[in-house]
């Protein structure tokens, strides 16, 4: 079945650090992919999205690229802030059907 | 608008207790989704609605667990004779789905019950 592997953290950087969080998938077809983020306390957001190959997702300054002939979808920042202290989770959906996540990576910045 | 609800936000049952937790997804959203969300297992799927039924149902751990969903809108998610490792936060999702269109739905998530079985 479809599959999503996510780079293991915890992760810890210094504000204004680049960013990057790894993710492979596997899947039959064309997924689309997505990036949700669950800070403290709250409930997971969706942060950006690609449906196709090449397709490049972004939102709040964070972007990541449908990479087919990697199966890969990495999320990057240029330069992080203590505010983007979350869990960061990779996911894969085929047409409207379930959510495939990754294990999801907690991600630590510090002043 | 207004976003996806779940209720109760927390419940604590003991062992052997049936529980129903509710989602109200968002308005005029046709597909429901229930998910799991524990420190072992991460983030797991359960059942998938379309409308009133369920083309998918895979997730559903065992026949201790059940879900409808009534008139397109509210869904509940009913455990019947907790365990200890049903203890989890129970998310709900809702979606979208338009005709025609096979890529790029977008789930959105309300914010959870923690169910703890004690």
């Known amino acids: 079945g479809d599959s999503v592997t996510q780079m293991e953290g915890p992760v810890t950087l210094s504000e204004e650090a680049f960013l990057t969080i790894n993710c492979t998938y596997t899947?039959?077809?064309?997924?689309?992919l997505f990036w949700y983020v669950q800070y403290p306390g709250e409930g997971l957001q969706l942060l950006l999205k690609?449906?196709?190959?090449?397709d490049k997702g972004s939102n709040k300054g964070f972007e990541a690229t449908y990479r087919k002939e990697t199966t890969s979808f990495h999320l990057e920042k240029g330069s992080v802030q203590v505010s983007d202290s979350a869990v960061y989770f990779c996911?894969?959906?085929?047409?409207?059907?379930?959510?495939?996540f990754g294990q999801g990576t907690r991600l630590t910045i510090n002043p | 608008g207004a976003g996806v609800s779940q209720s109760p936000s927390n419940k604590v049952t003991e062992k052997g207790k049936d529980v129903e937790l509710r989602c109200d997804p968002i308005?005029?959203?046709?597909?429901l989704y229930w998910y799991r969300q524990s420190l072992g297992q991460g983030l797991e799927f359960l059942i998938y609605?379309?409308?009133?039924?369920?083309?998918?149902k895979s997730g559903l751990p065992s026949d201790r667990f059940s879900a409808e969903r009534t008139g397109g809108s509210v869904s509940t998610l009913t455990i019947q004779r907790t365990q200890q490792e049903d203890s989890a936060v129970y998310l709900c999702?809702?979606?979208?789905?338009?005709?025609?269109?096979?890529?790029?739905?977008?789930?959105?998530f309300g914010p959870g019950t923690r169910l703890t079985v004690t």
């Open positions: 899947a039959t077809g064309y997924p689309s």
């Open positions: 996911a894969l959906t085929q047409g409207a059907q379930k959510l495939v």
């Open positions: 308005s005029g959203h046709t597909a």
């Open positions: 690609a449906t196709k190959a090449d």
């Open positions: 999702a809702s979606s979208l789905r338009l005709a025609g269109r096979r890529f790029g739905y977008e789930q959105y």
């Open positions: 609605f379309q409308g009133n039924s369920a083309p998918d």
